[in-house]
Nanobody, 121 residues
C-alpha cells in the first residue's frame, strides 16, 4: 500500500504565496508521476500541475507563470510553490501519484487526504 501525506495549506491574502508538500510512503515499487489537483466547492477535481520522474512538467493554463511544481525522487516528495495567489485559487488541493506498489504488476492511482487553501481578497 502507498500513502500520500500532504502539508502546507492554509489561509493567505491575495498576492501571497504558499508551498505545498506531499510525501509518498509505504510499499513503493515505483512512482512514475506525481501531481496536484484542486477541487473547488461544487466543482469536479481538475489538474493543477504534474511532474514525471524525469522532471517533465505540465500545468493548467490558469496557473502557468504563477505555480511551480518540483520533485525530490529520493524522498518520493512533490512540492507545489504557489505565488501570486488569487481568491479563485481557493480550493482543496489533493496530491496524486501514479505508481506501482510492491506485490502488484499494475500501475495504480494514489491520493492524499487533501489540504485546504483559502485566499482572501
Amino acid at each position: 500500500q502507498v500513502q500520500l501525506v500532504e502539508s502546507g495549506g492554509g489561509l493567505v491574502q491575495a498576492g501571497g504565496s504558499l508551498r505545498l508538500s506531499c510525501a509518498a510512503s509505504g510499499s513503493i515499487f515505483s512512482i512514475n508521476a506525481m501531481g496536484w489537483y484542486l477541487q473547488a466547492p461544487g466543482k469536479q477535481r481538475e489538474l493543477v500541475a504534474a511532474i514525471t520522474s524525469g522532471g517533465s512538467t505540465n500545468y493548467a493554463d490558469s496557473v502557468k507563470g504563477r505555480f511551480t511544481i518540483s520533485r525530490d525522487n529520493a524522498k518520493n516528495t512533490v512540492y507545489l510553490l504557489m505565488n501570486s495567489l488569487k481568491p479563485e485559487d481557493t480550493a482543496v488541493y489533493y496530491c496524486h501519484a501514479a505508481g506501482r506498489s510492491r506485490g502488484s504488476a499494475f500501475q495504480s492511482d494514489y491520493w492524499g487526504q487533501g489540504t485546504q487553501v483559502t485566499v482572501s481578497s
